[in-house]
Nanobody
Framework: QVQLVESGGGFVQAGGSLRLSCAAS???????WGWFRQAPGKERESVAA????????YYSSFVKGRFTISRDNAANTVYLQMNSLKPEDTAVYYC?????????????????WGQGTQVTVSS
């Protein structure tokens, strides 16, 4: 059974940075990855996605230029570097893995989910 373990969330002031990590255990590790977030009272939304090879990357418009998704296939780990954080970035962030080669922002296509990590950005 595949398990995803997230780390790196926390509290930061506006303009600061955080780096989220998500490591997979079990399974083949041949995943496409995504990051999603959910703020209180709001629906979950996609943040970024990366293909299995890393050659295709997508970002939501509200994080483009500030966040960077990357992966380490040898370590079965995906990262989300978040810079220039804003209070509106406050949310629980979830990583997700898909048994696929293709990057996708569609949450329905992901097979495995992390437990979520809280990111709080103060103004």
């Amino acid at each position: 059974q595949v398990q995803l373990v997230e780390s790196g969330g926390g509290f930061v002031q506006a303009g600061g940075s955080l780096r989220l990590s998500c490591a997979a255990s079990g399974g083949s590790g041949n995943f496409a990855w995504g990051w999603f977030r959910q703020a209180p009272g709001k629906e979950r939304e996609s943040v970024a996605a990366i293909s299995r090879s890393g050659s295709t990357i997508y970002y939501s418009s509200f994080v483009k230029g500030r966040f960077t998704i990357s992966r380490d296939n040898a370590a079965n780990t995906v990262y989300l570097q978040m810079n220039s954080l804003k209070p509106e970035d406050t949310a629980v962030y979830y990583c997700a893995a898909a048994n696929s080669y293709i990057a996708t922002m569609n949450s329905m296509l992901y097979n495995y989910w992390g437990q979520g990590t809280q990111v709080t950005v103060s103004s």
